[in-house]
Every structure is written in C-alpha cells, then in structure tokens.
C-alpha cells in the first residue's frame, strides 16, 4: 500500500531504468535530466493518448516540487495540452475535462513563458468549440469557460461563476 495522500502514477508501461527516472523526478526534480524526462513523458504521451491524462498530473506534480522545473517543462506541457486540444480527444469528455484542468492549474504561469503557444493553443480550443459537431454539453461547456476563464486574465469573474458554477452550488 502507499503512503496516504501520496499519489501513485501509472508508469509500469516503462522499462526499469525509465521508470526509476521518473519516480526520481518525481521526488527530486534536480536530480535528473528534465529535458530527458520531459521527452520521455511526451513521447509516451503521443504514441498513447489515454497516458495523456497521467502525463499531465506527472508534470504538474513535478512543477509542484519545486518551481526551478517548470522551465524545463514548458514545451513538452504545451505538446501535452495540443494533444489534449485535438478534435479527436475534444470528443471525449474526460480528455476536456483534463486539458481544461490543467489550463486551469498552470495556465498563467504556461502564457508568461511562451504567449505564443498559448495564443495557438487557444486558437485550436476557439476551433474545438465552434467547428466540429458531436461536442456534448459538457465538453463545450468547459471550452467555453477555459476561453472565458483565460480572456478574464486567469481569474473567474463573478458573472461567469454564477453562470458555470450556480448548478453545483448551494
């Protein structure tokens, strides 16, 4: 069993030596290459879009160690949340939920390291919103918040709280 409140992730798909790269990472992000540990999370992550999900929540643990790491980190989080941007993952409500999330948590701080990205991120999410049909509800919902939630620099003013959140609160 692990340690209450400590999060386990799943990388068991990875050989040993990979493995053991990423708990060290994990635990210690000075201690390792990020450069190689971000190439491996996104590599991974492209060629197994459901580890997407896992990626992010790695990245972001490790960000929260220590925030050194987040430079290192910025390109591969923006190849994560293009992925998670692509029309085929819009389609499903639990990889919106995830980029939506993560846009969220680390949004910000991603825009003042490379505006750029992040403009042509948010222009496949503006895409994701308005082209295809078969988005549900839910998924153009949260798009439509993130969008909102960034144009709003970063916060939730009160209005667009009332509007998303008045369902979930009392």
């Known amino acids: 069993m692990g340690e209450p409140g400590r999060e ?3 990388i068991q798909s990875f050989d040993a030596e990979t493995q053991q790269l990423l708990k060290t990472a994990l635990k210690d992000p000075g201690a390792v290459d990020l450069e190689k540990v971000a190439n491996v999370i996104v590599d991974h992550s492209l060629q197994d879009c459901v580890f997407s999900k896992e990626a992010g929540r790695m990245c972001y643990a490790i960000i929260q160690v220590n925030n050194m790491p987040m430079m290192a980190l910025v390109n591969p989080v923006y190849d994560c949340l293009f992925r998670l941007a692509q029309p085929d ?3 499903k409500e639990e990889e919106v939920d995830c980029l939506v999330l993560q846009l969220h ?5 991603l825009e003042k390291m490379n505006r750029q990205r992040m403009d042509e991120l948010f222009v496949l999410i503006r895409d ?12 153009q919902l949260l798009l439509l918040e993130i969008i909102e939630f960034r144009a709003a620099g970063w916060k939730t003013t009160p209005a667009a709280h009332k509007y998303y959140y008045s369902e ?3």
């Open 8 to 10: 386990e992730y799943k």
């Open 89 to 91: 993952s819009l389609n």
């Open 105 to 109: 948590r680390v949004g910000e701080q």
């Open 128 to 139: 994701g919103f308005l082209l295809p049909s078969g988005l549900s509800s839910l998924a």
């Open 168 to 170: 979930v609160s009392d």
